[in-house]
T-cell receptor, first 113, second 117 residues
Framework: AQSVSQHNHHVILSEAASLELGCNYS??????LFWYVQYPGQHLQLLLK??????LVKGIKGFEAEFIKSKFSFNLRKPSVQWSDTAEYFC???????????FGKGTTLSVSS | GEEVAQTPKHLVRGEGQKAKLYCAPI?????VFWYQQVLKNEFKFLIS????????ETGMPKERFSAKCLPNSPCSLEIQATKLEDSAVYFC???????????????FGEGSWLTVV
């Protein structure tokens, strides 16, 4: 079965620092990948997604992610974080059957001002 | 605006009682998904529907959990004889098309917080 690994459980940064959150998936075929964010007390919101084409995907709020097939990775990046980026970040992949998203365990990002 | 509506927001049940959660997908969305999030950890997939038909139920516990999506009614997730370990936030999501469709987005509701005491 597919799985998603997020290496960083909790990341603490100061404002203006650069961010990179790791995500690796297990499935070796055609993949569809997502990053979602969950702000405190809120529901999941889509940051960006990759289906095909340019492996560098740009999303909302200045986030981007790079799909590297050879590394089975889809890391999330942001050049300069803000206090308002404090949230939980979840990487997800469409399962092999194409019937659901499989999520990683999430990374908590804390940004201090 | 577009919103997946989940009710109730909070539900407290004693062990052994029944819990029933509801989800109204966004109008025009044919696919509905249920996820369980325990202690702010990963989202565990439970079940998905295509209209009123079960699409994938591989994540549903074999006992005590059931779900339905009937025409002209909110979808529901029911837990019979709740256990302490069922305490979690249950998220519903909906989408217009299959998850593999490149233009498709899955929208999540705000969740229903179930506490079993």
């Amino acid at each position: 079965a597919q799985s998603v690994s997020q290496h960083n459980h909790h990341v603490i940064l100061s404002e203006a620092a650069s961010l990179e959150l790791g995500c690796n998936y297990s499935y070796g075929g055609t993949v569809n990948l997502f990053w979602y964010v969950q702000y405190p007390g809120q529901h999941l919101q889509l940051l960006l997604k990759y289906f095909s084409g340019d492996p560098l995907v740009k999303g909302i709020k200045g986030f981007e992610a790079e799909f590297i097939k050879s590394k089975f990775s889809f890391n999330l990046r942001k050049p300069s974080v803000q206090w308002s980026d404090t949230a939980e970040y979840f990487c997800a992949v469409v399962n092999q059957a194409g019937t659901a998203l499989i999520f990683g365990k999430g990374t908590t990002l804390s940004v201090s001002s | 605006g577009e919103e997946v509506a989940q009710t109730p927001k909070h539900l407290v049940r004693g062990e052994g009682q029944k819990a029933k959660l509801y989800c109204a997908p966004i109008k025009g969305h044919s696919y509905v998904f249920w996820y369980q999030q325990v202690l702010k950890n990963e989202f565990k997939f439970l079940i998905s529907f295509q209209n009123e038909n079960v699409f994938d139920e591989t994540g549903m516990p074999k006992e005590r959990f059931s779900a339905k999506c009937l025409p002209n009614s909110p979808c529901s997730l029911e837990i019979q004889a709740t256990k302490l370990e069922d305490s979690a936030v249950y998220f519903c999501a909906s989408s217009r098309a299959r998850v593999k469709s490149s233009g498709n987005t899955i929208y999540f509701g705000e969740g229903s917080w179930l506490t079993v005491v």
